[in-house]
């Protein structure tokens, strides 16, 4: 027996399954802390539960869609959902005309499409039907409790900036004891009469019911009107409890399903299924990690690409295994078929695996969101299964032979 062989095989297996323990329950070092993978990956909207909507914007000869109008519409969105208090949501530009908005862990989705995609106009209208001054002119805006006659009421309190301040307190001079209508996307929300003369670039907006419904308000009015008409062409919306539900299912299935292909493995190439099993289980590991450190999201589709890496990863494994029983049937000793086998597959293996990243490319340019998830992780996997298959199931393999431990062929099934 090759002791030193003997304790590296015993120290690589000791880590593995130190990594696989890590994973599952995490590990805290004095300051320095590892998550465990099921609160350091980042999970997709279908995995967690959230709102998911892509917003066409709609323009015309007259009034054409900019690059400069959906960068403003960007920003204007992002300050919306901000406003929702909601953590890791993502605006992004689509293609020349749409944007993609992510919103995870979000509880009253029917609210959150109505924040993100309402154009949010204000207008102060006279009694003569002229616009006074805009939602440009507000410089901040508050949900408050105001008290009145009747008890405290939830209103909106507006700061007018020096622009407006003037439009404001002419036009109240101008319409003393006469209504003005403050409008919202059309629609008149309130149409106080004027008491005064307002000079103080002040406003307040009554008619919410709830402090809730003002907060809605005065974030819309803060974030200011979008400069383009948007409307939604896609809308997905997944409740928590069937998203955690979709990430149960898609893990016990994906235990289930590894677990068939190391028993499977095991029968089939006895020691060398064996081999294969710690490879795949070195290949799971590594690929989360590049995940986790390319800062990655994981969705259903994700766990789709991941999956068919894992079957590639293991016909990697079964040509080589393959190659190595055919060079045993030769006559040839455990190492010298090793080798042999291993430079065989290696062509095959790169033809297949670069063919399958070929694909991976071609469907991340020109996929959607949840294509360019499927992407993302069959690419990382093929890569990573490509690095275990040549380098760790090898290197693992000359190990166990150089023990000279288990010499007898028929445990490498041939």
Do not use: C, H, W
Not at 32 to 40: A, D, H, R, T
Not at 300 to 328: C, T
Not at 336 to 344: P, T
């Amino acid at each position: 027996m090759n002791l030193k062989k003997f304790i590296i095989l015993i120290i690589i297996i000791a880590i593995i399954a130190f990594g696989v323990y890590t994973a599952i329950n995490g590990l805290r070092l004095g300051n320095y802390q590892i998550l465990p993978l099921k609160e350091g990956i980042n999970l997709g909207l279908d995995l967690r539960g959230g709102v998911y909507v892509v917003l066409e914007a709609k323009g015309s000869k007259e009034d054409p869609i900019t690059d400069e109008k959906m960068s403003r519409a960007i920003a204007t969105i992002r300050q919306r959902v901000d406003g929702l208090g909601v953590s890791e949501a993502t605006v992004t530009k689509q293609g020349q005309n749409r944007i993609r908005v992510s919103i995870p862990d979000i509880q009253d989705q029917d609210k959150a499409l109505d924040m993100i995609g309402k154009t949010a106009q204000l207008e102060f209208i006279g009694p003569d039907k002229n616009v006074i001054l805009t939602g440009e002119q507000v410089e901040d805006s508050q949900a408050v409790y105001q008290q009145t006659q009747t008890g405290e009421q939830p209103v909106v309190t507006l700061k007018f900036n020096k622009k407006g301040t003037a439009a404001f307190a002419k036009a109240t001079k101008e319409f003393i004891n006469q209504p003005i209508s403050i409008v919202l996307d059309g629609e008149v929300i309130s149409a106080p009469i004027v008491q005064s003369t307002i000079t103080n670039g002040e406003a307040v907006i009554t008619g919410q019911s709830t402090l809730e419904e003002a907060s809605d308000l005065s974030t819309l009015i803060r974030a200011g009107a979008l400069p383009v008409s948007l409307e939604p062409v896609e809308v997905r919306t997944v409740g928590p409890i069937l998203g955690q539900d979709a990430l149960s299912q898609s893990i016990k299935a994906a235990i289930i399903g590894v677990s068939l292909v190391f028993v499977f493995m095991i029968l089939r190439y006895r020691l060398l299924g064996i081999v294969a099993s710690l490879a795949l289980v070195v290949y799971i590991l590594l690929f989360f990690l590049v995940l986790v450190s390319i800062d990655s999201t994981l969705t259903l589709p994700g766990i789709a690409g991941l999956i068919l890496s894992i079957g590639m990863a293991v016909d990697a494994n079964i040509i080589i295994f393959e190659r190595v029983k055919e060079e045993l049937k030769l006559g040839k000793t455990l190492r010298s078929a090793l080798d042999s086998g291993f430079s065989r597959a290696l062509t095959s293996i790169l033809d297949s695996n670069i063919t399958t990243i070929i694909a991976g490319i071609v469907l991340f340019f020109f996929g959607s969101g949840s294509i360019k998830g499927f992407a993302v992780t069959l690419m990382i996997g093929i890569i990573v299964s490509m690095i275990t298959a040549v380098l760790v199931t090898r290197y693992l393999l000359r190990l166990v032979v150089g023990t000279n431990l288990f010499t007898n062929i028929k445990l490498y099934g041939a």
